[in-house]
């Protein structure tokens, strides 16, 4: 009932910058709060940074200062800026919300399909 579609992944050298977006579409009512996690090969997926719906963040301490979220509500998109990037950012970058819907009662977790960031050296 929700779709989350991620996009701006590509290939970047280290230091470099890349924005990601991600917009949620579908029976929405709310977004309680979007984010991105991601995954690199053999290793589990990891929170990279949250925004809720009244704007309060959250980050991974290996990104922290390089790396901001952000959300515009009007457009149900959550951002992810990523500066100053590292070899080790290197992941598929895939896009969370907690999202009420028409038909619930309560917010429900849903996921995009992932974009992939890969950072030269």
């Known amino acids: 009932q929700v779709q989350l579609v991620e996009s701006g992944g590509g290939l970047v050298q280290a230091g470099g910058s890349l924005r990601l977006s991600c917009a949620a579409s579908g029976s929405i009512v709310s977004i309680h709060a979007m984010g991105w996690y991601r995954q690199a090969p053999g290793k589990q997926r990891e929170l990279v940074g949250v925004?809720?719906?009244?704007?309060?963040?959250n980050y991974a301490d290996s990104v922290k200062g390089r790396f901001t979220v952000s959300r515009d509500n009007a457009k149900n998109t959550v951002y992810l800026q990523m500066n100053n990037l590292k070899p080790e950012d290197t992941a598929v970058y895939y896009c969370n919300a907690w999202v009420l819907t028409r038909k619930s009662l309560r917010a429900n977790d849903y996921w995009g399909q992932g974009t992939q960031v890969t950072v030269s050296s």
């Open positions: 925004i809720t719906s009244g704007g309060n963040t």
